[in-house]
């Protein structure tokens, strides 16, 4: 017998039971417990409990708002397209992103969207969240010769200014170090979290420098500060020469030895930028180097520095074995480019018109499919062995 049917059961013989005499409550008993196979004094306590009536809320609570297909349909869409980013993120990219969707979205809907909170966003995603996942090796080589030329950074930077950037190397390599490979030159300027990468074919000195005067050339401001770890694709005398004997010297410096968190945003955005997207297979194909380059210095930089936010530190404060960290608001690049006072009026008035002319959905649409082209060249690498990495 079901639980179903036992209660329905309880509820006939009930009233009989209730009224009867001391035989006949006797005899119902004995076939309650037969019937249902319960223990008799738990059916003497179902028996003379009270049956349970339905008490009206005394307050009924608020009807859900965010209920129509289409707002969980452009959350879904626009989470996936940005690589599942966090809820704050979202929020701060819908404003961005809404004017280029082109699906149905009543008005409604718009307005929704312009007003949830994330905490909302958290709300409607966490059903569909376990679905879907996102897609470091060091590999730094100790160039001692220059080290004593080089002064190690202790923050004398003025990490407001746009121009200061910290630079590191990515390596597609796979399982192995062995032969050559592709690696990806990464960037990111400190004060506005401007991002620029380039793919290298090994880690030579003329390849990397060939990638910063490229890097150089598309940032928005001019480079006045260049921090690096110690290895030797960035402590050689051509790199040196680069920064320092120029009209307006770059403050050249390096990390620690063996102290990553020196340079705690480049390292980030390692993960975030390059390695969520391209993955730990190995890159071995010389191809591969083109196809990244015209990726990295057209659909990429753009997608990633115009309309994906990202969050500053901007207090820190220990209380006992607890440490308090404060955010600012989510921003792109783009936006702390232009309200920043050091950035000609010429170079904000070009990014703006380029921004306007620019639609998030076809960049990353167009990103995701070079990726996958460039992907099909590489050597897979099992998931165990990248996750051991």
């Not at 979290?193 to 003329?206: I, N, P, S, V």
């Not at 390692?270 to 194909?285: A, K, M, P, S």
């Amino acid at each position: 017998m079901s639980n179903a049917a036992k209660r329905e059961y309880l509820q006939a013989i009930r009233p009989r039971y209730l009224a009867g005499s001391k035989f006949l409550k006797r005899a119902i008993l004995d076939e309650f417990c037969r019937v249902c196979d319960y223990n008799r004094k738990y059916a003497i306590r179902l028996l003379r409990a009270s049956p349970r009536t339905k008490h009206k809320a005394s307050r009924a609570g608020r009807r859900p708002i965010y209920t129509h297909p289409a707002l969980m349909t452009f959350l879904k869409h626009l989470w996936r397209s940005s690589n599942l980013v966090c809820s704050k993120r979202l929020k701060a990219m819908i404003p961005l992103w809404l004017p280029h969707y082109e699906g149905p979205l009543p008005a409604l809907v718009k307005h929704q969207l312009q007003t949830i909170s994330p905490a909302t966003i958290d709300r409607l995603l966490s059903p569909i969240r376990h679905r879907y996942t996102k897609r470091g090796l060091a590999t730094t080589k100790p160039g001692s010769l220059l080290k004593k030329h080089i002064p190690i950074k202790t923050n004398q930077w003025d990490e407001h200014i746009p121009g200061f950037l910290e630079a590191d190397t990515v390596a597609h390599c796979g399982n192995s170090m062995a032969g050559m490979f592709a690696f990806t030159l990464n960037m990111i300027d400190i004060a506005t979290g401007w991002t620029e990468q380039r793919a290298l074919w090994g880690k030579g000195e003329r390849g990397v420098l060939s990638a910063i005067e490229s890097i150089e050339h598309d940032l928005p401001f001019p480079i006045r500060g260049f921090d690096c770890d110690n290895g030797s694709e960035f402590l050689n005398w051509p790199l040196l020469k680069y920064f320092v004997h120029r009209k307006q010297p770059v403050q050249y410096t390096r990390s620690r030895e063996y102290h990553k968190n020196d340079n705690a945003h480049v390292e980030g955005k390692n993960w975030t930028i390059v390695r969520q997207y391209l993955g730990y297979d190995r890159f071995d194909d010389p191809r591969i180097t083109s196809a990244l380059n015209e990726l990295y210095t057209h659909e990429w930089r753009l997608l990633m520095n115009f309309f994906f936010p990202s969050v500053k530190l901007i207090a820190k404060q220990r209380i006992k074995s607890k440490i308090i960290k404060r955010h600012d608001s989510p921003q792109t690049p783009l936006q702390r480019v232009l309200q920043s006072s050091h950035v000609s009026p010429e170079t904000k008035q070009h990014l703006g018109e380029l921004y306007e002319q620019l639609n998030p959905f076809h960049l990353q649409n167009n990103v995701s499919r070079k990726i996958n082209r460039t992907l099909r060249l590489a050597t897979p690498v099992s998931p165990l062995t990248s996750k051991a990495i």
